[in-house]
């Protein structure tokens, strides 16, 4: 028993050895942590120094600096619309899809197994068709069906909409398995609680932190997504993305400072879901750390 | 026995529990799917035999098309193997960390969701002929990056990592989240080492999610066009780009762009049954 009393190890072999070898993987998994954050890194601080830059041809570092590039963007109508644009497309995304995916989530808990796998085969087809080819195809499509429709914001919002819901569809399923659905909804049947009034009363007050956080996943997936946008309505509607895509061969400094913005947006997005996802408790370790 | 009982009560409760009533509420989620995902799927499909077999023929006897699909596949690949080893390896060390580090989850968050033309212009602040990276090495009298071109496959490749290498951490993390310390406690109590733990115990159950993990990276690595088009503009022949051109500026050829997006599709169908397979592997242990 002296091995437990000198924690030594189990197999006789020295400690000092395991010591080392464990301060050498901890060392190499830092040295790759590191090296993957300032990959990350980098270039979002080469996009924050160019968009404060002023003069920056061929030295390390700005030769001036000049909030000229900021300027430029937030005195532009064109940017507001875009950007304002943008956040309509996403929240009203968002809005459907979390709308659309609960009651589904609802109907695969308390109804059969076929409707559960084909709401599963359903939530695949977008992982497995990409945003080009979808653009292809409602265009095509909504070309013969519904001429009327293409180059519309509504034809995007619903595209973008089908195309985000596998995300939103995990999401909500996840926060489906904290509460047994069955058991609740059998009991509020025999409270004479109808099903709408269930999801209402019962579901959604439930599920408040499941849907937050789907609901910014759904946001910051759409908001970037430039394919969908420049294919469906190109310039006619033009979002964020396609406005910054429009700079990019007029202005570097402008881009950047618009990839800055969107950044920002992206990161603040995550940061909530990140937030969300934590627990009451975890967070209260969390601020006693 | 017992166990198929507990099944089949519960099965019984479900269809006492919503009945008909389910379908009308899975009804919406039908709908929007159907209107935007099957149908237009269905479009592309029925069109890409307008022109018949011939046209079939000619777009797979095309050599700039063949070119487009191997640039592709070179380049998901290539980066699916580099975003599975670094990214994997991240999530083995984070996910134990994650409720003292949660920083690090918002940053690959962030990482993983972060592309298109935000993405492409950082490369080129960063690694383009005057970027960042290029000048500060440039003047440190490294020549690493002399000959380097972003607007090239070696150059895309490395934009590329920077949200796959996020997405497969963040998609792996849950899989090695569900390894339990006892597991590690008692192949210790048995002799065994971590290199033998990880071989025999942790590696056989995290494999089946490494490989679904894995395939959906090569999938958005596949289907990637914003910032491939916002880095290149067209200049690298891939076929996600081929897809846009035709459909956005070509006169001639816009029906071949049905046929290309057929064949795009079926890569990515085998991808996504291999990706459920694994999955449903690794469902066993993960739940």
Not at chain 1, 169 to 181: E, G, K, R
Not at chain 2, 34 to 49: D, E, G, N, Q, W
Not at chain 2, 206 to 224: I, K, R
Request: one cysteine or more; aromatic letters at 14%; a positive charge.
């Amino acid at each position: 028993m002296d091995w437990i009393k000198t924690g030594g190890s189990s197999d006789g072999r020295p400690i000092s050895r395991k010591v080392k070898r464990d301060r050498w993987e901890r060392a190499g998994f830092l040295a790759v942590s590191v090296f993957f954050l300032l990959y990350l890194a980098v270039p979002i601080l080469a996009t924050v120094l160019f968009s404060l830059a002023g003069k920056w041809t061929d030295t390390i570092l700005p030769q001036s600096w000049s909030l000229n590039a900021y300027s430029v963007i937030f005195t532009s109508d064109e940017f507001y619309s875009s950007l304002f644009r943008t956040i309509f497309l996403c929240v009203v995304v968002a809005v459907l899809e979390v709308a659309v995916t609960i009651p589904a989530v609802f109907a695969i808990k308390i109804g059969s197994e076929g409707l559960g796998r084909l709401i599963q085969i359903l939530s695949v087809i977008p992982i497995a068709l990409p945003a080009v080819v979808l653009a292809l195809g409602s265009v095509k499509f909504y070309g013969e069906v519904l001429p009327s429709l293409l180059g519309t914001p509504a034809l995007l919002i619903g595209v973008q909409t089908a195309f985000g819901l596998p995300f939103v569809y995990w999401t909500i399923l996840n926060a489906f398995q904290a509460i047994d659905v069955v058991e609740l909804y059998n009991a509020a049947r025999t409270l004479r609680c109808g099903a709408l009034e269930f999801i209402v009363r019962i579901i959604l007050p439930s599920l408040k932190k499941g849907i937050v956080i789907a609901g910014v996943i759904a946001f910051a997936s759409t908001f970037d997504n430039f394919a969908l946008q420049q294919l469906i309505v190109g310039a006619s509607w033009e979002t964020f993305a396609m406005y910054q895509y429009k700079y990019f061969t007029i202005d570097g400094h402008a881009v950047s400072a618009l990839s800055v913005i969107g950044m920002l947006i992206i990161f603040i997005m995550s940061w909530v879901a990140g937030f969300q996802s934590k627990t009451k408790r975890e967070r209260k370790e969390e601020d006693a750390l | 026995m017992v166990r198929m009982e507990k099944e089949q009560s519960h099965n019984s409760r479900k269809r006492h529990a919503g009945g008909s009533l389910s379908y009308l509420f899975a009804l919406p989620y039908l709908i929007v799917c159907a209107l935007f995902l099957v149908f237009p799927v269905i479009s592309i499909i029925v069109h890409s035999f307008d022109s018949g077999l011939n046209g079939w023929f000619s777009v797979v006897c095309n050599s700039t098309y063949v070119r487009a699909f191997q640039g592709s596949c070179r380049l998901a690949i290539w980066t699916t193997a580099e975003a599975a080893a670094l990214g994997g390896l991240l999530a083995l060390f984070w996910a134990p960390k994650l409720s003292k580090h949660s920083w690090f989850l918002a940053f690959i968050n962030f990482g993983a969701h972060n592309g298109g033309v935000s993405l492409a212009f950082s490369f080129i602040a960063t690694l383009g002929t005057n970027g960042m990276l290029s000048l500060l090495l440039k003047h440190m009298g490294i020549g690493m990056l002399a000959d380097f071109k972003l607007v090239s496959l070696s150059g895309l490749h490395w934009a590329y990592l920077s949200f796959l290498v996020p997405f497969m951490c963040l998609i792996f993390m849950p899989a090695v989240g569900c390894l339990k310390p006892e597991w590690f406690a008692a192949a210790r109590t048995l002799g065994s080492g971590k290199l033998r733990y990880f071989w025999k115990v942790a590696g056989p159950v995290l494999l089946p999610s490494f490989f679904s993990s894995t395939t959906l990276v090569f999938l958005q690595a596949m289907g990637t066009y914003a910032t491939a088009q916002a880095i290149t503009d067209n200049r690298i022949n891939l076929i996600t780009l081929q897809i846009g051109y035709l459909m956005q500026m070509s006169v001639f050829n816009r029906s071949d762009a049905d046929i290309l997006s057929v064949l795009l599709l079926f890569i990515m169908i085998v991808a996504t049954c291999i990706y459920d397979v694994f999955n449903k592997r690794a469902s066993k242990w993960i739940g």
